[in-house]
């Protein structure tokens, strides 16, 4: 049997131990898009809370099944469980719903035509967004936007030289600011999610770029760059986890060569400033305003 897998369920809902992951916040997934349609006997999906990804996520689920096939979806009842089972009876299905463990978890089995699935599709697909100019899709951190934050941190950055990592690079907003200096030799961008990935390589046309897919927490840290940028992420699965940004300070240090320095901002209200004086010689908040802080770090 085939099985496909989204996300990561919680264990309450007995995930499948041998499925094909399909995530793209895990590094080594396939890409739910390119799995063939009609391959597919059970897809089991750890709803995203965004409509508009959401949607496009079962859609292309659902034109994965084989007739017969059959879907487990499950969502938290505030982060779009309670639009699941509409949603999947407006694809043509009969759903059979149940709360459980704080979610709704919605079933059906595909027994005719489906409707709506190229709509769906097409509406969470990537584009270039007309307010920024950039690729993007729905499910991107600040996919149809600049964060604000990012574009605090974008104004003040002086002008680089060396090499330079943007550490949760989204769709390479800072990296394009760190490659107008062309005394840049190179830029990594990484990011957690896949699709900020691709978007970032069209995004940025520079030769001295690349990007990959990673979880920043893992990179390797040979302690070679002259400079890292970033705007680190303190949300987890929708909940504010600062662990995430402290993990990306340490990392940052880790990376850096001695005299190196880390540019950052954060929301104004979470707590890194012993994180950083922590692992690096010297800090100095750059600007702080308007719900944000920016920090020089030099190591």
Request: net charge neutral.
């Amino acid at each position: 049997m085939t099985v496909l897998l989204y996300g990561r369920p919680p264990a309450v809902f007995d995930p499948p131990a041998e499925a094909t992951q399909t995530s793209p916040l895990i590094p080594g997934s396939a890409a739910l898009e390119e799995i063939a349609p009609g391959s597919v006997d059970l897809a089991v999906i750890h709803a995203p809370p965004g409509a508009l990804e959401r949607r496009a996520v079962l859609a292309h689920a659902l034109r994965a099944l084989k007739p017969g096939g059959r879907i487990d979806a499950m969502a938290l009842k505030d982060k779009g469980g309670a639009r699941l089972k509409k949603e999947l009876e407006g694809f043509g299905l009969t759903v059979m719903d149940e709360p459980k463990a704080h979610h709704r978890r919605c079933r059906a089995t595909v027994e005719g035509p489906l409707t709506g699935l190229d709509e769906a599709i097409g509406a969470g697909a990537a584009r270039i967004v007309p307010d920024t100019g950039l690729w993007s899709r729905p499910g991107v951190f600040a996919w149809d936007r600049i964060d604000p934050g990012t574009a605090r941190l974008a104004a003040v950055l002086p002008a680089f030289k060396g090499a330079v990592a943007d550490l949760g690079c989204g769709v390479g907003v800072l990296s394009n600011v760190v490659l107008a200096s062309p005394a840049v030799t190179a830029l990594t961008g990484v990011d957690l999610d896949r699709r900020a990935v691709e978007a970032a390589r069209l995004n940025v046309a520079d030769p001295r770029a690349s990007f990959q897919q990673a979880d920043v927490r893992a990179l390797p840290t040979p302690g070679d760059l002259d400079f890292v940028v970033m705007n680190p992420p303190f949300h987890d699965g929708g909940q504010e986890d600062r662990r995430l940004g402290q993990a990306f300070v340490r990392k940052a240090a880790e990376m850096l060569k001695k005299g190196g320095a880390l540019w950052m901002v954060a929301n104004r209200h979470l707590p890194y400033e012993a994180d950083l004086n922590d692992a690096f010689r010297c800090v100095r908040v750059v600007e702080e305003g308007a719900g944000y802080k920016i920090f020089e770090a030099a190591k």
